[in-house]
Each structure stands twice: as C-alpha cells, then as structure tokens.
C-alpha cells in the first residue's frame, strides 16, 4: 500500500443535518462507498464507547448525533445494520448515559454491547498475538465501518481509528495485555495485530468536538469543527495526528501499521482532499504529558534516558475526589491498587505506568504526575512547540 486518501471537512456543530451533508461531502471526496457495501451485508459501526459510561459533552465517547446521521446515509443502502462497543455490565445501563440507547431506538438500528452478544477464537498471525478473541459481532459483519472520537491518550498519545479496534476483544483481555506488554512498544504491536484482524473498510472520525489535555477520559473538550473520513485508518490517523500537533512517527500504533503495510503513514503519500491539512492544524493543541517523552527520544540515548526518568508519568490520586467506587482496582493489570477506607492507594513499587486507572476513573480522582523537575522540562517543550508551529 503506497498511496491513500483522506477527507477533512468542516462542521461545526452536532447538528444532524450539517453533519449528514458534510459526510455525503467527504464520502464523494475519498470514492463513496457503494462499492464497499450492498443491499442486505451485515455492517457492524464500531462507536468509541469508553468506560465507565458519560454524555456526550464531556467527549469521551462518539457523539450519538454523528453517528446517527452516519446510520441515514447507511440505512439507504439497504445494509443490516448493527451499532456497537464492549461495555462493563453493570445495573444501570451505560449507553442510556450516553444517549446512545434513545438514539438507536430512534433510528430502528440494533443496538449490542459487545459483551453479550460474545467473542470467537479467530486466528492473527500477529506480531505479538497468534490468535485472539473477536467480538462475534465484528467477525460475522461482511463490513465493519469504524467511528473513534478524535482524543488524546495519556499512554499512546493519541486515540484513533486504529486503536479504537482494541474495543472488539474482550475487557478482561484488555487488561490483561497492559500487563503481559507493559513497554509501550509491545502493547502497540498488540493494538495493531487486533486492528489488522478487525479490518474495518471505512474510518469516520469524530473531531467536531475533540478531547485535548490527558485524554482518553480526563482531558478537556475541544471544538475543531472537524469530520476526517478514509478506507485507510492509517493514514487518517497520520491527518488527525497532525492536525493536533503529532508527527506520524510520534504515534506508535500509526508507525507501527504503517511499517507493517496495514495503511499509509507517511503524510506525503497521502492525498488530502476538502480542507487543506495546514488550514486545520491547532499549533496550541494541548498534548497529553507523555507526549514530551517521544519528543525526547530524538536525543542522544545518555541524555534521552536521563529526560525520560525525570519526564515519566505515573498516576496520582486525588484523595478529595475519590468516592472509592474500586473501579481502578478492578482495571489494574498488576493488583496495584487497593481501597482503603474509601480511598484508592497505589503501590508505586509494582505499577506499570498503563494508566487504565486513569482511563476508568469517573471521579477524575487518578491524574497523570511527573516529578517537579519534569514538569518545568514538559512546560519549557509545550512552549517551543507552539512556538515552533506558529513560525512555520
Ligand atoms: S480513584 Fe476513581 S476509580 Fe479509583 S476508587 Fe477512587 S473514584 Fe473510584
Ligand atoms: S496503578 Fe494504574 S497505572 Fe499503575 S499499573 Fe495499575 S492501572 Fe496501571
């Protein structure tokens, strides 16, 4: 694979309407998607639907009027549709908190929490997985149609098209690979072997409104007025990454696809049709803390070794807002955490640095910290980088 397409076009509101003609728009830019999809296939739309549960404003999840005015233009194609995530079973209905239930009842499409409806042995032939659970929903589908949300993540940076398929296996699996890969580079390879077996045909991302700052769950919503659409979730990762201020290579999971011939990583070898890619861009973007990481890498390894220790994160409780739920405990891959009294503690000894407490804690009780020292380096960073982009 040596060339790709991707379409940015400009919304910039959860109007339903405007959000439908701006996907006819991007659908004509990159080919349609006739050819992709007939009369009566079972497509699967694989949503970004993070646990624990929330609304929509807060961004975490796809928004339910994106997708549903992607499901219009899906309906007219005659496909069997079905909508769907990996989501903790609990009492209270998690796509009910995010209007996902009311939204699909609206638009008379299934509705399935990966969870129930099961998983299949399916073989990878993987970098790192020989075979792996498949959501049967997913493996059934003639066609799956794949809609992240366009966040940044406090481990992998970025959450895109390729790793939002990390949703198809199921959660205890998905702990437990934090666990058996805790170097960033493994658990990458593993986000990529799941993306090559999920294979969606289509990526539409959501970016009318983003999540900025230590995403995936605790950043902050940021209105970009953006719909990037492309057959190539590689190469729409690349365009997202750079709109938000990361270099392709910066994210693992886009290198990684790339490198392994799963899409185009490479900006040059992407055609980028709608808006101009250098229109778009948001030099002050605010990246997630381990983004000065990967910037320091670039370095000398004596002088990168010694930036990364003072630049690593590790995660810190905020005693003040935890309600002690166990959540963390529940997610932690090496049983780091424990409550106590109604408070989480962390054992710093054993913690990996995966940051799944991070991602699960609804409380915003677990933050991203770095040593006084790592903060000044990363302020300094973010400042030269903004500066950098805005000279450019
Ligand atoms: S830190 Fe968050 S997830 Fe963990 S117990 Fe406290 S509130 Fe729950
Ligand atoms: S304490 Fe948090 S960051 Fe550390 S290993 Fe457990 S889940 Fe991962």
Known sequence: MD????????????????????????????????????????????????????????????????????????????????VGDDIPASDEDGFR??????????????????????????????????????????????????????????????????KNLYGTIPSGLRTRFHGDYPRLDDFCQVLVDIFAVAKPMLTIMDGIVAMEGEGPAGGKPRNLGLILASQDAVALDAAAGRIIGLDPTQVLTTRIAHERGLGVGDLRNIEVVGERIESVCLPDFSLPASAAGRFVNRLPRFLS???????????????RNCVGCAACQNACPVSAIIVRKGKAKIDRSICIQCMCCHEVCRYNAIVPMRSRAGRIIHAVMNAGRRLLAASA
């Open 305 to 319: 070794q010694f930036f990364l220790r003072l630049l690593s994160i590790r995660p810190g409780v905020v005693t």
């Open 97 to 162: 908190i995010s209007g996902y239930r009311a939204m699909c009842e609206r638009a008379g499409v299934k509705l399935v929490n990966l969870k129930q409806s099961g998983f299949v042995k399916v073989r990878c032939n993987g970098q790192r997985l020989e075979t792996i659970y498949l959501a049967k929903a997913i493996a059934d589908a003639d066609v799956v149609i794949n809609l992240p949300k366009l966040k940044t993540h406090s481990l992998t940076l970025f959450t895109g098209g390729v």
């Open 3 to 82: 060339q790709a397409k991707v379409a940015i076009i400009r919304v910039h509101e959860y109007d339903r309407a405007q959000i439908r003609c701006a996907l006819e728009e991007g659908l004509a830019l990159i080919g349609g998607w006739n050819h992709l999809i007939k009369a009566g296939d079972d497509v699967f739309v694989k949503i970004n639907h993070l646990s624990p549960p929330s609304p929509p404003e807060r961004a975490i999840v796809t928004h339910p009027v994106f997708v549903e005015a992607v499901l219009d233009l899906l309906k007219e194609t005659g496909a069997a549709i079905t």
